[in-house]
């Protein structure tokens, strides 16, 4: 799309990584900044390494409170464009081991990550 072309090379790079949108807040962050959910055969899994994914990602900032936005629907919508959408709905359950997960994920992160 031409229209966006110019704000694509201003928002889509900060400091040289690509922006992504949290899904919980609607910021838009450098996408290393980011946790990111991969959708893997109906499953959702956190990605540890930066591009060792395929397939549907969305993406949270490291903050408590995102989660919990993205949570309260319940429903996960992974896109790659607007036409091309698969909404994932969680059980409580499941939302719970998620949120354990991306706890201990922005945890883990935050200690190693000492500069
Ligand atoms: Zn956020």
């Known amino acids: 799309m031409v229209k966006n072309r110019r704000n694509e090379s201003r928002l889509n790079r900060l400091g040289g990584s690509p922006v992504r949108t949290c899904i919980g807040c609607r910021e838009r962050f450098a996408q290393d900044e980011l946790v990111r959910l991969n959708l893997r055969d109906g499953k959702v899994v956190i990605v540890a390494k930066p591009g060792a994914s395929v397939g549907r990602s969305i993406y ?11 949570a309260r629907t319940g ?23 998620l949120k354990n997960r991306f706890l201990s994920f922005i945890k883990t992160r935050n200690a190693n990550s000492v500069s």
């Open 60 to 70: 949270l900032c490291p903050r408590e409170k995102c989660f919990d936005a993205m």
């Open 75 to 97: 429903k996960l919508a992974f896109s790659r464009s607007k036409h091309n959408r698969i909404v994932v709905r969680l059980e409580e359950t499941k939302l719970y081991i």
